[in-house]
């Protein structure tokens, strides 16, 4: 009979096998290729606000997110921190320098505390090789991601202020967020400076506009933690400028 030490590490791989196979790319994989890519793989724990790669780095590791939320931004010439993507669980980041061989575009920093799995960029891009289905997939993943930061460009330089801020928290909310007593609780603590680094919003333009949402009842502040009260009137908000400014 197996030990428990051997239980434990066979309950863990069926979890995380489970975990990955309900993500987008991987779950296209065969199980035994799946299997053989999680031999070349390794689960990392980051506490919050802990660095994982910088811009600049070598890239050969994807990473996979199995629990947590992980920021990956940019700083700008003048020092302002840009915030490209929010990956979290089901997401993948960290493809791109693997498949191009070049370093590291963003910084990757744990937003929460973070369960990744880590995946050997070479065997990541042979198991895609022989996948075309995974293959497609992580096409379609990168176009959906170019897609999503053409959006992003075009919000910061035509959109107003309630508008944009309206687009950040909607998709934050898309991204993970609970049912509560009073609306829909976001699960990302983010500062009033980390929202402004998604919207390109300034720190007192962001304090001003969701002051005027929470007195009209439209959402919820408590510290870092955010509740959307009224979701569809804040939908509203961000359609009907949208439509206005085109």
Request: proline share 4%.
């Amino acid at each position: 009979m197996p030990d428990d030490a051997e239980a434990g590490r066979s309950s863990g791989k069926d979890a995380v096998l489970g975990l990955l196979g309900g993500q987008r790319v991987l779950r296209h994989l065969p199980m035994p290729e799946l299997e053989r890519l999680l031999a070349f793989s390794q689960v990392r724990q980051l506490r919050r606000r802990a660095h994982l790669f910088a811009a600049g780095d070598t890239g050969t590791t994807v990473y996979a997110v199995l629990g947590g939320y992980v920021k990956l931004s940019r700083a700008s010439p003048g020092g302002r921190e840009v915030v490209l993507d929010l990956a979290g669980p089901g997401s993948m980041f960290g493809e791109m320098a693997a498949l191009s061989g070049r370093r590291r575009s963003a910084d990757a920093v744990a937003l929460s505390a973070c369960r990744l799995l880590a995946i050997d960029g070479r065997q990541f891009m042979d198991a895609l090789r022989r996948s075309p289905d995974a293959m497609l997939a992580i096409i379609r993943m990168l176009s959906e991601r170019l897609t999503a930061t053409t959006e992003q460009m075009e919000n910061a330089l035509f959109l107003p202020t309630p508008a944009r801020l309206a687009r950040a928290l909607m998709r934050l909310a898309a991204l993970h967020s609970q049912p509560s007593r009073d609306g829909l609780a976001i699960d990302i603590a983010l500062s009033q400076r980390e929202l402004g680094d998604l919207t390109g919003l300034t720190r007192e333009s962001i304090n001003k506009q969701l002051a005027a949402w929470r007195d009209a009842q439209i959402i919820r502040l408590e510290g870092q933690h955010l509740t959307l009260t009224n979701a569809a009137t804040l939908q509203e908000i961000a359609e009907q400028l949208a439509e206005r400014d085109d």
